[in-house]
């Protein structure tokens, strides 16, 4: 086993609270690491690396970021990154290891929402290093005395069409068959057995039902593979646009970035992913906690510590992606 992690006695400002999650230190084994690695088809280029025994998430080596186990298990993300959860970290001045990883599930479940028509109490213990490059754009890590940037919104969002066919019916927060997020073009992590093949939700032999039906714990249907007529691209084709692919341009790029110390420079321009911005109010009271408990950013009126997960809304946005 590695020994102590040697890049926690160069970290800058070590001597101040940190600047995003708290200092959890690791706990996991190893072995499940390699069963993430395997079982998410990460790519050896992207760098993935188990933290020494003592890590904290805070002590990822320049050139690397922190991801947590609970986002891939719990929070249905999936690396590549797709361009709709890229956007709202930019929209919102965020970086990805500072997402809770009960936060980050609204997100992806919001998009999954889009595009188709419960407790952890140990996540900061289960994390891993990999290479920043693999999220090919930038993402400001907050400091402490950071304040957050306002969000316009669009008058009137309550009224349009799309936002009442995905608020039609509410939707529980659930991990998602693989299937069910490749089908949504949230996921390339999937092989299928036709060439042709393409992901579809059947019930009793017959296809053609949306995708939400995936989140219905009492449906009786399920996530089938459905061949599609000869001529078209494959589905993996189709989706791949939908997602933001590292380069080695990228890994290169953020080579020699430190974990706090991100600068913001439009790497990918954020005018092509043609974000729209709805609301930052929400009728749902349990909203908050959308980033690690102690992620801080500026004093609130009265002198209290503003959390930066109160503003975090993702009802903010919903997509036009292709």
Same mark, same amino acid.
């Given at each position: 086993?590695?020994?102590?992690?040697?890049?926690?006695?160069?970290?800058?400002?070590? %001597?101040?609270?940190?600047?995003?999650?708290?200092?959890?230190?690791?706990?996991?084994?190893?072995?499940?690491?390699?069963?993430?690695?395997?079982?998410?088809?990460?790519?050896?280029?992207?760098?993935?690396?188990?933290?020494?025994?003592?890590?904290?998430?805070?002590?990822?080596?320049?050139?690397?970021?922190?991801?947590?186990?609970?986002?891939?298990?719990?929070?249905?993300?999936?690396?590549?990154? /797709?361009?709709?959860?890229?956007?709202?970290?930019?929209?919102?001045?965020?970086?990805?290891?500072?997402?809770?990883?009960?936060?980050?599930?609204?997100?992806?479940?919001?998009?999954?929402?889009?595009?188709?028509?419960?407790?952890?109490?140990?996540?900061?213990?289960?994390?891993?290093?990999?290479?920043?490059?693999?999220?090919? /754009?930038?993402?400001?890590?907050?400091?402490?005395?950071?304040?957050?940037?306002?969000?316009?919104?669009?008058?009137?969002?309550?009224?349009?069409?799309?936002?009442?066919?995905?608020?039609?019916?509410?939707?529980?927060?659930?991990?998602? *068959?693989?299937?069910?997020?490749?089908?949504?073009?949230?996921?390339?992590?999937?092989?299928?057995?036709?060439?042709?093949?393409?992901?579809?939700?059947?019930?009793?032999?017959?296809?053609?039902?949306?995708?939400?039906?995936?989140?219905?714990?009492?449906?009786?249907?399920?996530?089938?593979?459905?061949?599609?007529?000869?001529?078209?691209?494959?589905?993996?084709?189709?989706?791949?646009?939908?997602?933001?692919?590292?380069?080695?341009?990228?890994?290169?790029?953020?080579?020699?970035?430190?974990?706090?110390?991100?600068?913001? *420079?439009?790497?990918?321009?954020?005018?092509?992913?043609?974000?729209?911005?709805?609301?930052?109010?929400?009728?749902?009271?349990?909203?908050? *906690?959308?980033?690690?408990?102690?992620?801080?950013? %500026?004093?609130?009126?009265?002198?209290?510590?503003?959390?930066?997960?109160?503003?975090? *809304?993702?009802?903010?946005?919903?997509?036009?992606?292709?």
């Amino acid at each position: 086993m590695a020994e102590k992690n040697p890049t926690q006695k160069k970290r800058k400002h070590r %001597g101040r609270a940190p600047p995003g999650p708290d200092q959890a230190v690791i706990n996991w084994k190893e072995e499940e690491f390699q069963m993430l690695v395997r079982g998410m088809n990460f790519r050896s280029e992207w760098g993935a690396q188990y933290p020494p025994s003592g890590s904290t998430a805070l002590d990822a080596p320049p050139g690397f970021i922190t991801l947590y186990v609970a986002y891939f298990r719990e929070g249905n993300f999936r690396l590549p990154i /797709t361009k709709f959860t890229a956007a709202v970290l930019r929209g919102y001045g965020l970086h990805i290891s500072q997402i809770n990883a009960i936060g980050l599930p609204r997100i992806t479940h919001f998009e999954f929402v889009c595009r188709s028509y419960r407790g952890i109490h140990d996540w900061k213990q289960k994390f891993f290093y990999i290479r920043r490059g693999v999220i090919p /754009t930038d993402m400001l890590y907050r400091q402490v005395s950071q304040g957050i940037s306002k969000v316009d919104v669009l008058p009137n969002y309550g009224a349009q069409d799309w936002y009442k066919r995905i608020t039609a019916k509410p939707t529980a927060i659930s991990q998602l *068959d693989e299937m069910a997020l490749v089908g949504a073009g949230m996921s390339l992590l999937w092989v299928p057995k036709h060439p042709l093949g393409q992901p579809a939700y059947s019930h009793k032999g017959k296809f053609g039902y949306s995708l939400l039906n995936a989140l219905d714990p009492k449906s009786a249907g399920a996530m089938v593979e459905a061949i599609q007529a000869d001529g078209h691209p494959t589905w993996l084709e189709q989706i791949r646009g939908r997602f933001l692919h590292p380069t080695d341009e990228s890994l290169s790029r953020y080579a020699d970035e430190v974990l706090g110390e991100d600068v913001w *420079d439009d790497f990918v321009d954020s005018g092509r992913e043609e974000v729209i911005v709805l609301s930052s109010g929400s009728s749902d009271p349990n909203v908050g *906690d959308l980033t690690s408990h102690y992620a801080r950013a %500026g004093t609130a009126p009265g002198g209290v510590a503003d959390p930066v997960h109160e503003i975090v *809304d993702v009802t903010n946005f919903a997509t036009n992606f292709p």
